[in-house]
């Protein structure tokens, strides 16, 4: 009993010494939504679009932002009322313009993309058609 | 401030015996099946004792057992008594509370299933490491007690394991439990509220050690810790901590190594804790990198430790009636009946005790009925093994069966959902947040149960119908923090938000499976 009395108190101790650091975290609660983000699944297609009209002058942030944007393709889409064979055709098309944006240079790739990108923008106004909420289309002008 | 630190360890140790409640029972019922029904010589045939599989066995019937931490010390006692080695015994009792089907089916529904995979193979590997190291250091830790004389049949067998149930009640076993608890109390003496929310985070190298020492006192049910491992992944945090979590978390608390050092001595219990340490460190560290998810975005905090700290802040009053109403929100339906029946145990255990200072029950239990010894009776008598045989297959078929009860088919959990819902956007609308921020985890747990039945029911879930779940989940974190922070323009847009993503959840439940 006296050699487990002994451990508990070491491991009170120790626990005292590692959460010195454990402050009370009451200021600041939230997940960070980057900047970029778009508010609706029809701004992230026309953000897209408008990025891949300007892509010869991209800079390195330009090209992680149109990486962003196409990853958060799928859960924006889900944040519509599409059906769910449109919503896997939107993420079969965030999976290629992940895998070939890398490419962009090449004639054949960046013609595959400028497809793709026409592709979502038409899935976009279907989600925006059949937006039972009116959420899908901005208010005001976007600002990319 | 010490009173509210005072109502804050009663809260945490009242919420923690309901959680280990079925649990407990489970363990006890366990126990008197081995020493009654069972008998040593079949719990060892059981663990494949003096066997090259002794320590797989017993991990994989400690994946099967329905039972926690606490509820593990009774069994790891009985098997001691049969003569079990120390390795098995260790193995059985470290893996045991981490996992039953009902977390593991749970885990393969998060984001990364191969994640769970990939800490159920390490965890074998944690177990068998430790348990041929230990075997191979300490060889003579085995040592059989005097065995009780074999329970003769009708209604003796019956009494027998009751009455050997609430007898443990009333044994150590109890004493190691309430020392398991009291990690609870230090760490929500030491962890103010809401304390430890981004100290696990993913860029933080530490991560794992202080995971480690937090595990250690910290007491979670298998659900909890999986629910726990869930949230730590969704939001991006250590996945060396994570793991640290659901070996030591889950899997040991004082309780045990308290056991530890007074029945195998203190070398022997240091060795092991060293090595356990030492190998959940190691593993942690190694997954740390190629299991980190790479599809999410970090959060800064994680509300899955929120449970182990003070849940006072210093500012609330009448803490006595703010502990017992936090106490009866929180108690589900399950843990109420478990409670009950542990009383239950605990009055006959009170009731055994007593009788046998007048009658020598043993030896009634083991005499042979008189009608029998006549020869009058013909019925054939079925063995004590096969009574116990039957009882453990029914408690792994009842663990898997339970599973189908706990997740409910979707139209069941979306109807749970639809009322919780009023509950939520209704309370957080009129700004009674208390109301809200107790039925949100409500809404998030069917949230996930609607996700693993339908994984039970089909076998996979589409990743359309795992982002259609993944959104409303994200919004009701929003609308936490909107609530945490009393921003009131947010909160009206999130309640429009979560509305509308309930609607379309359902839709995608309902209609598009």
Redesign the interface.
Known sequence: MK??GC??VV??L???W??M??????E?????IPAHKPASFYRAADSLNKRWSVCDNWSAEDRQQFVDIA?WL??LA??T?L??LE??RV?ELSQTLLAEVQNRQDKNVAATLTRLLTELADLAETAARVDQ?H?QLPEKPSDD | MIEHQFWGAVLRVMQAVAQASPFILTGLIITAVFRRLLGQANVRYLFGEGTRRSLPQAWAMGMLLPVCSLGVIPIVREMKRAGLSGGTILAFGLTAPLFNPLSVLYGLTLSEPFTIFAFMLASLVVVTCIGLLFDYCFPNSTHAEAEPAPVQWGIKRVLAVLGTMGRECWSRSTLYMLVGLSGLIVLSVVLPKASFQSSVNADNPWAPLLMTFVAVPAYATPMLAMSQLGSMFQHGNSVGAAFALLILGAGLNFGIILWMFQAYGGKRALAWMGILLGVVLGLGYTLEKPLTPTDIEVANHTHAFDVYCCPYAGNESRLGEETWRAFRNDLRPEESISLYALLAAFLLGLGWLLLERRYDLERWLSSIPEEHARGVKLDFVLPNWILGATAIVALFIMSIAMCFAYYPPPGECLDEMYIVKGEVLSSALSQNYAHALHWLPVWEDWNRRLQVGVYLRKGRLSEYHRMKARVVQNELELLEHAMEDDERDEIRQLTTGLARAQLRLSRAYREEL
């Open positions: 050699l487990s451990i508990n491991f009170s120790c626990g005292c590692l959460l650091g454990c402050q009370t975290d009451s600041e609660h939230g997940h960070e990853g799928p859960e889900a944040q009322e059906s769910r919503w896997e993420q909420f959420s």
